[in-house]
């Protein structure tokens, strides 16, 4: 796990709070699984109006040092693509981690010589207005990324933050937090499947099935394109992906500002707000409000 993966574990998980007031401009996004280095390039820069510019998040901030400089830019866009390019992959060939792109017509082009005007089929050019990141995770390697709940088992963060140990220290404190109940519903799912095996006559030659869920970890529009349902297609490719996976359960652990989009998409909450705690010197310091949810194909 990179740092990209640090900011998606500990930082809010913001789409638009889209609430489909512009819903005709959802036939003009389209949504790809991100590949090129251009592709990472421009998510990051999306990444950072929106979680370090618009939200301000201190976590984000802290886990990605310089990305207001273009240095700290360019790293962190090589980051995200070091991160697609080493994802693992499960049992079945499944990428455990999926960067997507959403794009939509770009505005200031003009369509190509001798191409269609304005409307379905324009050959214009394109430009990239959210991004997001999918992960499939369980509690075996062979079925997803198990996460250990300790930042320090997935991330150099040495490296990340040389020589900052109270940056280091306070990431780890979040991101302790911020996992766990992901963590408990793992564990818990793994309990009803071994209890299920049990009350059945005992798990016989093949164990139950670990858990597997896919997870939103991060999910971020351009400011300037909020609120026209980008949000809502990057969150329905992941659903529809967990479809086709055969996987059951998606969860984000989600900011005030996505939380009604999830809720229309049919996540629902898991108890109250994430509770971060945190070393008596980091109480002045920023925390995000975060809840964890679950959309559940098995749900009534």
Not at 240 to 268: K, P
Request: proline letters at 7%; a negative charge; glycine letters at 10%.
């Amino acid at each position: 796990m990179t740092s990209t993966a640090v900011a998606a574990a500990v930082a809010a998980a913001i789409p638009d709070n889209d609430d489909d007031r512009n819903a005709e401009t959802e036939t003009e996004i389209e949504v790809e699984v991100a590949h090129s280095p251009e592709d990472f390039v421009a998510g990051y820069r999306i990444v950072s109006e929106a979680l370090g510019r618009q939200v301000g998040d201190p976590v984000w901030q802290a886990s990605n040092p310089g990305w207001d400089t273009a240095e700290g830019q360019a790293a962190g866009a090589r980051r995200m693509l070091h991160r697609s390019r080493t994802a693992t992959a499960d049992r079945d060939g499944n990428p455990n981690a999926v960067f997507l792109k959403a794009s939509v017509p770009d505005p200031d082009a003009a369509p190509a010589r001798g191409g269609p005007g304005p409307g379905p089929g324009c050959d214009r050019r394109r430009v990239i207005v959210g991004f997001a990141l999918w992960i499939q995770s369980s509690t075996r390697p062979e079925h997803g990324t198990v996460h250990s709940g300790e930042l320090r088992d997935a991330v150099d963060l040495e490296a990340l933050l040389p020589g900052d140990g109270r940056a280091q220290a306070f990431l780890c404190q979040m991101y302790r937090c911020q996992v766990r109940p992901r963590l408990e519903f793992l564990r818990a799912k793994e309990e009803e499947a071994a209890a299920a095996a049990t009350a059945e006559g005992g798990a016989g030659p093949s164990p139950p099935s670990p858990p597997v869920i896919l997870v939103l970890g991060t999910c971020a529009t351009h400011p300037s394109y909020q609120r026209r349902g980008v949000g809502t297609k990057l969150t329905r490719w992941g659903l529809d992906e967990a479809r086709r996976r055969g996987v059951s359960d998606v969860t984000v652990e989600a900011s005030a500002m996505g939380r009604r989009l999830y809720e229309r998409l049919g996540f629902r909450p898991q108890g109250r707000d994430i509770v971060y705690e945190t070393d008596e010197e980091f109480a002045g310091r920023g925390k995000p409000s975060n809840v964890f949810m679950v959309y559940s194909r098995n749900s009534s």
